[in-house]
Nanobody
Framework: QLQLVESGGGLVQPGESLRLSCAAS????????IAWFRQAPGKDREGVSQ????????HYADSVKGRFTISRDRAKNTVYLQMNSLTPEDSAVYYC??????????????????WGQGTQVTVSS
């Protein structure tokens, strides 16, 4: 059973950056596709970015392309989301999610069976 713990959220001003971390514990981390989702109050959960397991293919929502970068450190069993040029519209609870052997580009939350507890990101002046 894979367990995920997010960290790195906080309060920043527009234009600033944050780096979120998703630390995984459990076996076969390399075979899991990891994705970041976010959910703002009153809104549906939105897929942000995805990185496949065995190959480092990434996928981004249009709303974050060019600003966010996802990466994974296999030695640390950790996936990162570097967020630059943040705007108030990026404010949300950010969750990481995992699914084993998922090879398709997918930011559909229904395809992921393992979830972290979330970390709050607030962008405000």
């Amino acid at each position: 059973q894979l367990q995920l713990v997010e960290s790195g959220g906080g309060l920043v001003q527009p234009g600033e950056s944050l780096r979120l971390s998703c630390a995984a514990s459990g076996r076969d981390f390399d075979f899991y596709t990891i994705a970041w989702f976010r959910q703002a109050p009153g809104k549906d959960r939105e897929g942000v970015s995805q990185i496949l397991g065995t190959v480092r293919i990434t996928h981004y929502a249009d709303s974050v392309k060019g600003r966010f970068t996802i990466s994974r450190d296999r030695a640390k069993n950790t996936v990162y989301l570097q967020m630059n040029s943040l705007t108030p519209e990026d404010s949300a609870v950010y969750y990481c999610a995992a699914e084993k052997y998922l090879t398709a580009n997918s930011l559909d939350p229904r395809r992921y069976g393992h979830w972290g507890q979330g970390t709050q990101v607030t962008v405000s002046s």
